[in-house]
């Protein structure tokens, strides 16, 4: 039951989903297309094309062991081409962000936001942004190995402690 009321569901929502990407400004397209630039979202295709490439290898490797490089290749073209064609081609790539930027921005904040980096200060995040993303998470599992002894610790003195009361019922008994 659940089945088929999905099955009816779904084609409604997909088209509602369309319908809305169709309904946004042309002002507040280019103001998306944009961000889109600023933060070089093109290049989530070819990340796209190699995780999709690197799951569909592993799968067909469990079934047949070692792939030859050519089939490889073969796969990674496909897959290549499957994605230009259903996210590039037919814009679907940047709808999906056309919907959610309209979901939670009105055109003056997207604006807001594409002049902010194309100020001195938002190119200068540009820059160092992915920087500051890698050393941060360096820095942060440095620290993290520390926090093992602490944990370890805390939960010895827990563990003593019910033991502890666990020996003294078993004494009173």
Same mark, same amino acid.
């Given at each position: 039951?659940?089945?088929?009321?999905?099955?009816?569901?779904?084609?409604? +929502?997909?088209?509602?989903?369309? !319908? @809305?990407?169709? =309904? #946004?400004?042309?002002?507040?397209?280019?103001?998306?297309?944009? &961000?889109?630039?600023?933060?070089?979202?093109?290049?989530? +295709?070819?990340?796209?094309?190699? !995780? @999709?490439?690197? =799951? #569909?290898?592993?799968?067909?490797?469990?079934?047949?062991?070692? &792939?030859?490089?050519?089939?490889?290749?073969?796969?990674?073209?496909?897959?290549?081409?499957?994605?230009?064609?259903?996210?590039?081609?037919?814009?679907?790539?940047?709808?999906?962000?056309?919907?959610?930027?309209?979901?939670?921005?009105?055109?003056?904040?997207?604006?807001?936001?594409?002049?902010?980096?194309?100020?001195?200060?938002?190119?200068?995040?540009?820059?160092?942004?992915?920087?500051?993303?890698?050393?941060?998470?360096?820095?942060?599992?440095?620290?993290?190995?520390?926090?093992?002894?602490?944990?370890?610790?805390?939960?010895?003195k827990i563990l003593d402690n019910i033991d502890e009361k666990f020996e003294k019922r078993k004494a009173v008994q």
């Amino acid at each position: 039951m659940i089945a088929r009321t999905l099955l009816i569901i779904l084609p409604f +929502i997909f088209y509602i989903n369309h !319908a @809305l990407a169709e =309904q #946004i400004s042309p002002k507040k397209r280019d103001i998306v297309d944009q &961000i889109l630039v600023i933060n070089q979202t093109a290049e989530l +295709i070819p990340l796209m094309t190699s !995780a @999709l490439t690197g =799951q #569909i290898i592993t799968a067909v490797a469990k079934g047949r062991g070692d &792939i030859d490089n050519n089939l490889k290749l073969i796969i990674h073209n496909e897959v290549k081409t499957a994605i230009k064609e259903q996210f590039v081609l037919n814009n679907k790539f940047n709808d999906i962000f056309y919907g959610l930027y309209d979901e939670y921005f009105s055109t003056d904040q997207m604006q807001d936001i594409v002049n902010f980096y194309n100020s001195p200060a938002g190119k200068q995040l540009l820059k160092h942004s992915q920087d500051i993303t890698q050393r941060s998470q360096e820095q942060a599992k440095a620290h993290a190995k520390t926090i093992g002894p602490i944990i370890q610790k805390r939960l010895i003195k827990i563990l003593d402690n019910i033991d502890e009361k666990f020996e003294k019922r078993k004494a009173v008994q």
